[in-house]
Every structure is written in C-alpha cells, then in structure tokens.
C-alpha cells in the first residue's frame, strides 16, 4: 500500500470522531459564532506556525521535505492573521493544552527526523478538502462571502480553486517519495499524531453562541 494510502485509512476514525466535535458541528451546520471561530482559528494558527517553522528548517535537511513541501501554496500564517484582522480580534489566547503538544510535537520532528514533517503536512493539506465546504457554511454563519478575500474567509477559500488537483498531486507526489519503510513508518505515525491532536483540539474548542442562543430561548 502506498504512504498517502496507509495515512488514509489509518485517519479514518480519528476524521470520524473529529467532525462529530459540537465545534466542527457548528462550522458545518453554519453557525459557528464570530468569536468562537476566532478562537478555533487562533489555536490553528499555532499549530501552522510551529509546522511552518519546521518545514522551513527541515527543507534543506530532507529532499522529501523539498520536494512536497511549497511554502507559496501550502503556508497558511498570512492568511489567519489576515482572517483575524478582518474578524476583529478582541482578545488574545494562549495555546490551549492540545495546540501547544502538537506544536512541541512537530518541534521534535523537525530536529529529530524531518521526513515525518511531510504527515502533519497531509493532515492539514488534506484539511482543505474540509474546506470546500466549511468555506459556505462558515461563510454564512458570519455573514460573509468566501468569494471575497480579506473578509475573514481565506483560511479555508484560499486555493479553492485548484483545489481537488492539488490534493492529488500531493497525495501522488507523497506516493512517488522515495523514502525508506523506516521513514514511511514515520510519516504515517506523525500523521495520526497530527490527526488525533486535531480531535483534542477541536473537542476543546468553545461553542458559546450555541450556548447563548439556548440560553436566550429559555
Ligand atoms: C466540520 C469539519 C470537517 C468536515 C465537514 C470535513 C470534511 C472533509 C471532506 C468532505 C473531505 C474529503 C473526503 C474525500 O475526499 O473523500 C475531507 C478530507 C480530509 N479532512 Fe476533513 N473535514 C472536517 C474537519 C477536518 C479537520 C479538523 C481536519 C484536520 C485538521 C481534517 C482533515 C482532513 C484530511 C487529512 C482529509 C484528507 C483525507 C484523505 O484523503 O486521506 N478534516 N474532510
């Protein structure tokens, strides 16, 4: 079985589990409040921050590395500050626990073995294809359009247009790696590492409007 293939089925529960989270419920079921998705979108932005600083250091240890990873395309800092920014952004949080383990996590990688970098990059490219449709319901709890950049929404609109291709150049890119079994082996635990991590951090995430919106029904 090819690398992306393993690191499919081996996600499977772990992307079962985190779409059942009442967080991610509500960014699909289109109403996830304006606050609540800040802070959904702060807490991945320090998992993108840690990964991309990792990426950055292990491109020029590991060919792999080199040759998955574009920054260009794949590097999503820029456009959650730019989401921030246009969300408007109150307060700011820490890390939460599961943010901060992932991030400690991929700092390990980066150091100990790089090419295990390129499983935590599958979990979040393969996220886009959340995206797809997380950019219209997100879209419509906040009241704006995912067609217009800078309105909050290029965290998941960016790239959509190439989307589906580019997913499966990646995946096919992965498969063609030539890399070791001990490095496959790697590459798929980092996956489930990254993926489970996503399910804590979901699971964490608040979902006061919902509260607030039972509450005022009372
Ligand atoms: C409401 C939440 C979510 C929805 C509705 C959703 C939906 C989807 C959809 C429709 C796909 C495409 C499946 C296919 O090609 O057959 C997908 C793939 C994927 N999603 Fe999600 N997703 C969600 C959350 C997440 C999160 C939080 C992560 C992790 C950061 C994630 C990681 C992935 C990955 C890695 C794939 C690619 C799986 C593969 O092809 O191996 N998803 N998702």
Redesign the pocket.
């Known amino acids: 079985m090819t690398t ?1 293939d393993r ?2 089925q081996a ?1 499977a529960p772990a ?1 079962a589990l ?2 059942l989270t009442p967080f ?1 419920q509500a ?2 079921g289109g109403r996830v409040g304006r606050a609540d998705y800040v802070a959904g979108l702060r807490q991945m932005g320090y998992l993108h921050e840690a990964l991309e600083a990792a990426l950055a250091a292990a491109a020029p240890r590991h060919p792999g590395v080199a040759a998955l990873y574009d920054p260009a395309k794949m590097d999503r800092v820029a456009s959650i500050a730019r989401d921030l920014a246009a969300l408007g952004e109150e307060q700011i949080d820490a890390p939460a626990a599961p943010a901060a383990r992932l991030a400690e996590a991929v700092a390990g990688w980066a150091t100990a073995k790089p090419w295990a970098l390129l499983g935590a990059l ?3 490219e ?2 886009r ?2 995206s ?3 950019a219209r319901s997100v879209g419509k709890a906040l009241g704006r359009d995912p067609r217009q950049p800078d309105t909050g929404l290029d965290y998941h609109a960016d790239g959509l247009a190439t989307r589906p291709q580019d997913w499966r150049q990646f995946r096919q890119a992965l498969a063609d790696l030539p890399v070791t079994e001990a490095e496959a082996d790697d590459i798929c635990h980092a996956a489930a590492v990254t ?1 489970d991590g ?1 399910v804590e951090l ?1 699971a964490a995430l608040p979902v006061r409007a919902a509260t607030e919106a039972t509450l005022a029904a009372v």
Do not use: D, K, N, Q
Request: glycine share 8%; no cysteine; net charge neutral.
């Open positions: 992306p690191i499919r996600l992307h985190v779409e991610a960014l699909a599958y979990v979040v393969g996220s294809m959340g797809m449709v997380l993926m996503m979901y």
